[in-house]
């Protein structure tokens, strides 16, 4: 019983390293505060930053432990921010300690202000401010190490105060999605509300909004205080309304991924007054279809060129490479490379085409009774690889098959010829006897 005690001390002893060292990777987030340069005139003089830290507490009622600001960092940038959803405590935003790689993080000063997109303006129709908004407000971007995460915090502190809480956060579990054409696509965004905060229970709405080369479309936008959607020319769009109430997920679900998918999107979550957003990336990535002819290839002879081609079709995005390669008989593989090329071709679906043609000179090549000519395309998506046999025949230097059929049939002519000797021989020797025996 005394071990099991000692057990069970170590283990709770454990237990509290383990909290203490999780609650510790969850203190602080360095971050750089960035704001206009106020200039003269009432114009702006371009944009300040300065470094900052954000102290994480996720028990609003735990007692604020101060501390000491590094060196760097201005004691009127350090805040300490109240976080009940941890939504700052993400691994990806705390890398190991003396890691080179650092998230990205900017806090910026924040104006709450009513919504002017209509499918967000029934949030604000009393057209009144209401007193809980006058406050201190910011907002903070983060992206996590390696596009694990992606995050937008609105935060509310009393004026003057350097203690804000969370009040929307907006989220991505990723920065970038890739997809093949045809599968569903799912792009994760999530947002969370502060249940203490009169906005909670005040409506929201959210927004998916397409850009791509400085062209924009509305994908879905629902006003979730009234229940409705917005009209929009996209119909393979679509969100999951029981999550969106339930749990705060508002992520995108695309029913059929397609080239023109491919993009940014940015998810945009709205309550009365605020606003917070995030950018994900779509890339829509297909290897390529390989065909090679004419297959089978036609029986050649040395010095007779034989052309051989190589069409890619339906690959995404644009970036192929197309190479010829030749294995002997032995297995023994050698490049013969990328011949003449086309230029590319697009398709009405947004994919592209390209093809490449070989001309086959055996005797110039050192191809030598053949062997496999294979097209090989290198692409985002992997790698692709077509075949066709090669075959050539009246070659002078005979192969090891042929040289051994020969040594065979060489061994059977000199069988047949002493065959034909002993009997002549014989026959001879008879007959001379025969001739002998007569005499006498």
């Not at 959803?85 to 993400?90: D, E, I, P």
């Not at 995460?149 to 990723?174: C, D, F, H, Y």
């Not at 059977?412 to 001379?432: A, C, P, Q």
Request: overall charge negative.
């Amino acid at each position: 019983m005394k071990d099991l005690s000692t057990i069970y001390k170590l283990s709770v002893i454990a237990f509290a390293l383990l909290g203490d060292v999780c609650s510790s990777r969850c203190s602080v987030l360095e971050c750089w505060f960035v704001q206009e340069r106020p200039g003269g005139g009432g114009f702006s003089a371009g944009m300040s930053q300065e470094k900052s830290a954000l102290y994480i507490r996720t028990d609003p009622d735990s007692e604020k432990i101060e501390h000491k600001p590094p060196s760097d960092i201005s004691p009127s940038r350090i805040y300490y921010v109240s976080d009940p959803a941890s939504t700052f405590c993400s691994s990806a935003l705390h890398p190991p300690e003396g890691s080179v790689n650092k998230p990205q993080c900017e806090i910026n000063p924040f104006t709450p202000q009513a919504s002017m997109v209509k499918w967000a303006a029934p949030l604000t129709s009393s057209a009144q401010s209401p007193i809980y908004l006058s406050a201190d407000w910011f907002s903070v971007a983060a992206q996590g190490l390696n596009g694990e995460l992606t995050l937008a915090n609105v935060m509310r502190a009393q004026s003057g105060s350097k203690e804000p809480s969370v009040i929307l956060s907006v989220s991505s579990k990723t920065s970038t999605v890739r997809s093949r054409l045809g599968e569903p696509v799912v792009l994760d965004c999530g947002f969370w509300v502060d249940p203490s905060s009169p906005l909670h229970g005040s409506g929201f709405a959210v927004e998916w909004r397409y850009q791509f080369r400085g062209e924009g479309r509305l994908v879905v936008a629902y006003d979730g205080k009234n229940d409705r959607f917005a009209e929009t020319s996209e119909t393979d769009a679509d969100l999951d309304i029981v999550g969106l109430y339930e749990t705060g997920n508002a992520s995108l679900v695309l029913k059929e991924a397609q080239v023109r998918h491919a993009g940014t999107y940015i998810c945009t979550v709205y309550l009365p007054h605020l606003l917070a957003q995030v950018a994900l990336e779509l890339e829509i990535v297909e290897p390529p279809a390989l065909a090679v002819y004419p297959s089978p290839l036609p029986l050649s002879v040395p010095g007779q060129v034989v052309t051989v081609h190589c069409e890619a079709s339906g690959f995404h995005p644009l970036s192929l490479d197309l190479d010829w390669e030749f294995t002997d008989a032995e297995g023994k593989k050698r490049s013969l490379g990328q011949g003449s090329v086309t230029g590319h071709r697009q398709a009405r679906d947004g994919t592209y085409s390209q093809s490449a043609r070989l001309e086959l000179d055996s005797f110039k090549l050192g191809l030598g009774r053949g062997g496999e000519i294979s097209c090989v395309a290198k692409h985002q998506g992997g790698s692709r690889r077509a075949t066709v046999t090669l075959n050539v025949i009246g070659v002078s230097a005979p192969s090891i098959e042929d040289s051994m059929a020969m040594v065979a049939v060489a061994l059977v002519l000199y069988g047949v010829i002493k065959v034909l000797f002993w009997t002549f021989s014989s026959n001879g020797t008879s007959n001379g006897d025969s001739n002998d025996k007569k005499e006498k």
